[in-house]
């Protein structure tokens, strides 16, 4: 396998920046670009062995740092690891990389040093994965929800109903090989039974994706109302330094289209967030067109409301768009400047409707509780396995669906079918656990990497 | 010792059993010239445990070695005493025809299709060597010094291989009924680099007819208008076979004798079929149980033999007759045979390409329980492969192999090869991942062209065959097609069965996909003129009812070849690949799997180092 490099930490200024370097080649690479200050001891190239020096290119030194060796099969890859610590800098670390790609190695590809992490036998597929989601993680229930399915604790979970199955189908099929065997062990409404109890079983855990998501990749989050009515303090709450996550997906400091917070468990992927902010400070630019694409794209709106005026027409338009759009069921109604308000509380069209001051902070914890259990926190049990993987959920889903049709199979039609669809119900089971997996989810699963990990 | 040279010979088949049998015939009617050896001509096609044909998955095997021209369905035909389907309310898939056979009929049917069968001789002769030259088969010798020149040899030697019979204490060497062990062969089996194992089976008592008192059994009869295989056409049931159940007391007579049982005792070393486990193996090992039950069977229409299936047993003598006597309605039993266990010399199968030929030994082939398996149809499936495979290779025309997607035969063999077995193999439903496409109903379709392609099926049986074809698929395009008008007679059918009353019309096959509805409502309610075969209808019936089943199995299908076709090169080293586990390189590396498909298969390779091998190939074989 040739010899691959990328920047391991993240991208943009630092006091640290570190490349690594993986393959048979790496320890010649690292002699190229690395200048020891003490020769001798480098040529040893002891395992876990850190040396000081300096960085070079063709040019000459322009940084000095650190190089440790990991020595086959030592390492997070299994292969020779070399791992080079220059200064942060943006500059420095593409001229560090820049030069070992000049000097033999060849850029990573996303996920390649997992990959050859897991080929190598160092780690298994499941834990791949947990480890794409420690990397990933934004909140620390994913962050916990990840390292527990590191440690195993979904394999066993699945590992459980996948045993029930298999001795079900045993079940099945000892009584179909041995006819004559004047078998009574297990009868068909007791089979269903117990079918029925494992579909329940497996709706849970697939249920739990919605909640798995809500902590890992996020929901898409729109918040709307018509000027004035307090979007942007709300958008600087939920942004506020203390618990606000910030990351720019696209585009410059000035022009932030989309935000990333949490929100208590769970994590807020705010669109249009300039928008907001623009339409707040220039009152002209009324008009709810803006809002309407955000919410037909969301799957949780936010629609705020002053409390201290009355309902307008402007309120109304908004409150159809969002009807119109189907989110009703998807909305939160967000009542602010309770702090001023004096009047009645607005009646409006929504389940959930909540009271809040953005401004001194008030009612934030109500809407914590109110997204979280939207999006089922309340659901979910403290020791209740989470699925945050979509393969998995797929996987999951596939397994209740093809026990809902073995328990269709016992009226309709026969045990061999009902055997059939068991059967088919472990074979999902067995790929969401990682004990079977083909090709293309190998695939899939090590091109969500990052470059570098 | 090699004293003379007798004819040259193009194939040579040892033993003349459910496997060599096949083996021969299907050389021999290939149009190549073999030699089938046995070791006694009274024996041939002998039955030395239950006297029945077929059985769960078993019956699958017998309708496709039918199908692909064998003889095994034909000669159960011609010899039944009674035909059952098992299985009828549990499936299609599962259905399996099981047929009491007339012992001492099926031998001569077996002898005189042998005896009559162009180029082929049958010879009583042990054969005690398998000569060798540079790797390949050059001839067999004799016990009297007859060396047979031959280009192919087929190993099919059932228990009789370094047999050794067990009865309590006593144990002598012994092939099955007490005919000759063959003994010599094992040693240059072992010579020519054949890897050995040694399994153990054994065979319940028989017992005389009149000292039964059958009105303390349950008469168990055959079907009314028994399906026969290769849906030939019915014949009556001749005799009726009775159920009795051991109780309290036998098992404490087993239990009080288990110290004399050498199975227990460890004079047995064999491995022992679980799937036919000794009455002292249920007793010890399902102790919870209150009874078991005991198939009391006809062994032919001249014979007061009857056969107890599952007494299978290796007590002593005394214990035995004292444990028959404790069962209700034996009380008086009188013995004819002693139960007894045999241990017998095998190899092991991973040795064996699909073909069943020898890896390393060009020419050497290997069938029945010679190859780890148990049973007689799963001998006779095997037998068939490797004679039809050692004529090929005779004339030169190439392999023929069935995978699992489209047989039982398939499933069976690729188990043995792939997987390999530390127990009897015996075939089982459960075996096949595509049960629903691999129906006895279907076998004809699914093999009977390439029986026909190799010479194996007659003329006449092939045209009869394809007319068949042409009324099912007319049969299946106007039930798809045509529909029952709305009215009063569907709406009673409907609410008869527990459906509502809907005065609209349906197209047939919508209302046969309906549990409750059978395809005998749909004609009655067609004024149908044409007359179709029962089994035609009952197939069509099936193939409507469980159609959205059977798309899935054929997707299924397609997955499975698509692993199938991904070919791994034959000189991988598979120990420099990294990432593969230590256990997995060396399976590899010495069974060198055709494809990623077989290569799952291997016991030893996990899905982790499968992923390992597609990525090795995804990446054109370099790391």
């Known amino acids: 396998m040739s010899t691959i490099a990328a920047i391991g930490t993240p991208h943009g200024k630092g006091g640290v920046a570190m490349v690594r370097i993986s393959g048979s080649e790496a320890f010649e690479v690292a002699k190229r670009v690395f200048v020891p200050a003490n020769k001798a001891r480098f040529e040893k190239q002891l395992h876990g062995s850190?040396?000081?020096?300096?960085?070079?290119?063709?040019?000459?030194?322009?940084?000095?740092?650190?190089?440790?060796?990991?020595?086959?099969?030592?390492?997070?890859?299994?292969?020779?690891?070399?791992?080079?610590?220059?200064?942060?800098?943006?500059?420095?670390?593409?001229?560090?990389?820049?030069?070992?790609?000049?000097?033999?190695?060849?850029?990573?590809?996303?996920?390649?040093?997992?990959?050859?992490?897991?080929?190598?036998?160092?780690?298994?597929?499941?834990?791949?994965?947990?480890?794409?989601?420690?990397?990933?993680?934004?909140?620390?229930?994913?962050?916990?929800?990840?390292?527990?399915?590191?440690?195993?604790?979904?394999?066993?979970?699945?590992?459980?109903?996948?045993?029930?199955?298999?001795?079900?189908?045993?079940?099945?099929?000892?009584?179909?090989?041995?006819?004559?065997?004047?078998?009574?062990d297990i009868s068909v409404p007791e089979m269903k039974q117990t079918l029925i109890k494992i579909k329940a079983r497996l709706d849970r855990l697939a249920g739990s994706h919605t909640y798995g998501r809500a902590i890992s990749e996020g929901i898409k989050t729109a918040i709307v109302g018509k000027p004035n009515t307090g979007k942007s303090s709300l958008l600087n709450l939920l942004c506020g330094e203390e618990r606000a996550i910030v990351t720019d997906i696209a585009g410059t400091t000035r022009d932030i289209v989309t935000e990333t917070v949490r929100l208590g468990d769970i994590i807020l992927r705010l669109s249009d967030t300039a928008g907001i902010r623009e339409s707040d400070d220039t009152v002209e630019k009324i008009g709810i067109g803006r809002s309407i694409g955000a919410i037909s794209e969301a799957d949780l709106v936010l629609a705020v409301f002053d409390l201290s005026r009355p309902i307008d027409d402007d309120d109304k338009r908004l409150i159809s768009a969002i009807i119109e759009s189907g989110k009703q069921s998807k909305t939160v109604c967000i009542l602010n400047k309770s702090d001023i308000a004096s009047g009645p509380c607005h009646k409006l069209p929504f389940d959930r409707a909540l009271s809040i001051s953005a401004k001194n902070n008030e009612g934030i914890e109500l809407l914590v509780d109110t997204v979280g259990e939207m999006f089922g926190a309340g659901e979910i049990g403290e020791n209740d396995e989470i699925i945050v993987n979509a393969r998995q959920c797929a996987a999951v889903a596939n397994a209740a669906n093809a026990v809902g049709n073995a328990i269709e199979a016992l009226d309709g039609f026969t045990q061999d079918i009902a055997g059939m669809d068991i059967e088919i119900a472990l074979a999902a089971i067995a790929e969401a656990d990682g004990r079977q997996v083909s090709e293309d989810i190998v695939n899939e699963i090590f091109s969500h990497f990052c470059v570098g990990k | 010792m090699i004293k003379y040279t007798a004819e040259k010979t193009q194939v040579a088949i040892i033993g003349a059993g459910h496997a060599g049998i096949e083996a021969a015939l299907a050389c021999a009617r290939m149009g190549v010239k073999s030699i089938l050896f046995t070791l006694t001509l009274d024996l041939v096609g002998n039955m030395p445990c239950n006297p029945?044909?077929?059985?769960?998955?078993?019956?699958?095997?017998?309708?496709?070695?039918?199908?692909?021209?064998?003889?095994?369905?034909?000669?159960?035909?011609?010899?039944?005493?009674?035909?059952?389907?098992?299985?009828?309310?549990?499936?299609?898939?599962?259905?399996?025809?099981?047929?009491?056979?007339?012992?001492?009929?099926?031998?001569?049917?077996?002898?005189?299709?042998?005896?009559?069968?162009?180029?082929?001789?049958?010879?009583?002769?042990?054969?005690?060597?398998?000569?060798?030259?540079?790797?390949?088969?050059?001839?067999?010798?004799?016990?009297?010094?007859?060396?047979?020149?031959?280009?192919?040899?087929?190993?099919?030697?059932?228990?009789?291989?370094?047999?050794?019979?067990?009865?309590?204490?006593?144990?002598?060497?012994?092939?099955?009924?007490?005919?000759?062990?063959?003994?010599?062969?094992?040693?240059?089996?072992?010579?020519?680099?054949?890897?050995?194992?040694?399994?153990?089976?054994?065979?319940?008592?028989?017992?005389?007819?009149?000292?039964?008192?059958?009105?303390?059994?349950?008469?168990?009869?055959?079907?009314?208008?028994?399906?026969?295989?290769?849906f030939a056409p019915s014949r009556e049931n001749l005799l009726p076979c009775y159920i009795a159940y051991t109780n309290e007391k036998t098992h404490k007579i087993i239990r009080d004798n288990l110290d004399r049982s050498p199975l227990y005792s460890g004079v047995i070393h064999g491995t022992g079929p679980r799937y036919c486990p000794s009455i002292e193996d249920k007793v010890v090992r399902f102790s919870d149980k209150e009874r078991h039950q005991i198939f009391i069977e006809p062994m032919g229409t001249d014979t007061k033999e009857i056969y107890l299936q599952g007494l299978s047993s290796s007590l002593p003598e005394e214990v035995q007759l004292q444990l028959i006597r404790s069962i209700e309605g034996l009380e008086n039993a009188v013995f004819m045979r002693t139960a007894y266990a045999i241990e017998y010399d095998c190899c092991d199968p991973l040795q064996l390409k699909n073909t069943l030929e020898f890896r390393e030994i060009s020419g050497l082939f290997g069938a029945g329980q010679f190859n780890g398996s148990s049973g007689y149809e799963e001998a006779a499936a095997q037998g068939l492969i490797a004679g039809i495979n050692a004529a090929l290779k005779v004339k030169g025309q190439g392999e023929f192999t069935l995978n699992r997607s489209e047989s039982y035969i398939g499933t069976l063999i690729d188990d043995l090869v792939t997987k390999g077995t530390n127990e009897p193999y015996r075939i089982m439903t459960s075996r096949s991942e595509y049960r629903l496409l691999l129906r006895q109903d279907n076998a004809k379709t699914r093999l009977m062209p390439k029986g026909y392609g190799l010479g194996l099926v007659s003329d006449d049986c092939y045209n009869a065959f394809k007319e068949e074809e042409e009324q099912l698929a007319s049969l299946i395009y106007a039930l798809e097609h045509e529909s029952i008008k709305g009215g009063e007679a569907l709406d009673d059918l409907l609410e008869s069965r527990g459906y509502a009353r809907t005065g609209a019309g349906i197209v047939k096959a919508e209302l046969l996909k309906r549990p409750e509805i059978t395809i005998y409502d749909i004609l009655a309610l067609s004024n149908d003129e044409r007359v179709y075969d029962k089994n035609i209808l009952a197939r069509a019936e099936t193939e409507i009812k469980y159609s959205g089943y059977i798309k899935r199995q054929l997707a299924e299908v397609e997955r499975f070849a698509k692993l199938e076709e991904k070919r791994l090169p034959p000189d991988i080293d598979y120990t420099a690949i990294r990432g593969l586990r230590l256990e997995a390189a060396q399976k590899l590396q010495k069974l060198r799997p055709e494809s990623i498909g077989r290569a799952s298969r291997i016991s030893g390779v996990s899905p982790s180092d499968i992923q390992v091998l597609l990525i090795y190939l995804s990446q054109g074989g370099k790391q």
Do not use: W
């Open chain 1, 50 to 184: 850190v040396y000081y020096g300096s960085f070079r290119d063709e040019k000459g030194v322009f940084d000095d740092g650190i190089c440790i060796l990991f020595k086959s099969p030592s390492s997070f890859t299994g292969e020779d690891v070399c791992e080079l610590y220059c200064h942060g800098g943006l500059l420095v670390t593409q001229k560090l990389l820049a030069s070992a790609l000049k000097n033999g190695a060849r850029m990573a590809l996303a996920g390649e040093f997992t990959r050859r992490a897991f080929i190598n036998g160092k780690m298994s597929l499941t834990q791949a994965e947990a480890i794409g989601g420690i990397i990933d993680s934004v909140s620390d229930k994913h962050l916990t929800v990840s390292a527990n399915q590191a440690n195993g604790s979904l394999s066993r979970a699945l590992g459980e109903i996948y045993d029930e199955l298999k001795l079900l189908a045993a079940s099945v099929y000892a009584y179909i090989d041995y006819p004559d065997e004047d078998m009574t």
């Open chain 2, 52 to 230: 029945s044909i077929g059985g769960t998955g078993k019956g699958h095997l017998v309708f496709e070695i039918d199908a692909l021209g064998g003889e095994m369905g034909r000669a159960a035909n011609a010899v039944m005493l009674q035909s059952r389907m098992l299985n009828a309310s549990k499936g299609p898939a599962v259905r399996s025809l099981r047929m009491q056979s007339d012992r001492v009929r099926y031998r001569d049917y077996m002898k005189k299709i042998i005896e009559n069968t162009e180029n082929l001789t049958l010879k009583q002769s042990e054969v005690v060597s398998v000569e060798t030259e540079n790797g390949r088969v050059i001839g067999v010798t004799t016990s009297f010094g007859a060396f047979y020149p031959c280009e192919c040899v087929i190993i099919a030697t059932g228990t009789s291989l370094g047999g050794r019979i067990i009865v309590g204490e006593e144990a002598y060497e012994s092939g099955p009924d007490n005919t000759l062990p063959a003994k010599r062969l094992v040693d240059s089996l072992a010579e020519a680099g054949v890897k050995l194992a040694r399994f153990k089976t054994g065979t319940p008592p028989r017992i005389h007819a009149d000292s039964i008192d059958y009105s303390k059994l349950e008469r168990q009869d055959g079907d009314t208008d028994p399906i026969m295989f290769g």
